[in-house]
């Protein structure tokens, strides 16, 4: 567990006893969910965000149309909830685990009073949770930049762009089923599976389920983006 922690801004290059203290900075407790239970729903507060430690666990929320949206897919070492938990309002996004999924579910009182903040530990603590928040909003404007595209192979390597830049290896396993790529991309599974294909015959990508690997580009230059 402590290993998955470390990944996280938030507690990366803590000591045993730095690591500790943190946990109970933020009232950490481990909690088990079930595959396909639900951690928040729409229209309620987030009193509490989580770092996952084993599993998936994926944030959604439906437009004014009633479109599903996948808004964040988030794996071993990543956070959801941060902003809308220190925040306080009623969040409209849905929480469910996609698999068998352990989670650290934390709070934000100790940031939210001045009295809660002791030392120069829980000020670093404090700053770490902030950098956090910044580390969320550059994942945002990824999201962004997919959604900006117009064509279906624009997305797609836009994405797999993003996931090369990150594990910084050209195999690529992307924590989406092929719904939920479609659903994350914001285009039709039909057809993006018949894009998937042509890519894969014309040289550009190769893939066996959700693991990819970017051949030859034909799309976004992710030092352009």
């Not at 994405?159 to 290896?169: I, P």
């Not at 190769?206 to 690997?213: D, I, L, Q, S």
Request: glycine share 8%.
């Amino acid at each position: 567990m402590e290993k998955i922690m470390q990944k996280c801004v938030l507690f990366r290059g803590l000591k045993e006893n730095e690591l500790a203290y943190a946990v109970d900075f933020f009232h950490g407790r481990k909690k088990h969910f079930a595959r396909s239970e639900t951690l928040h729903t729409p229209g309620n507060r987030m009193k509490q965000f989580g770092l996952v430690l084993s599993g998936n666990i994926q944030v959604s929320m439906d437009d004014f149309d009633g479109n599903h949206m996948i808004m964040a897919s988030v794996t071993p070492g990543i956070t959801f909830g941060e902003s809308l938990c220190y925040l306080g309002t009623k969040a409209n996004v849905s929480v469910h685990s996609v698999e068998e999924s352990d989670v650290l579910m934390m709070d934000t009182e100790a940031l939210k009073d001045s009295s809660g903040i002791r030392n120069e530990q829980d000020m670093e603590l404090c700053r770490r949770f902030t950098a956090m928040l910044a580390q969320r909003a550059l994942a945002m404007n990824d999201r962004i930049q997919i959604l900006s595209k117009t064509t279906i192979r624009e997305k797609v390597i836009t994405l797999l762009s993003q996931y090369t830049g990150r594990s910084g290896s050209p195999l690529i396993v992307l924590p989406f089923s092929r719904e939920a790529m479609a659903t994350y991309l914001g285009v039709n599974q039909s057809a993006l599976s018949r894009e998937l294909s042509t890519m894969q015959k014309e040289g550009i990508i190769r893939f066996h389920g959700n693991e990819f690997t970017i051949v030859t580009s034909s799309g976004p230059d992710p030092a352009d983006m």
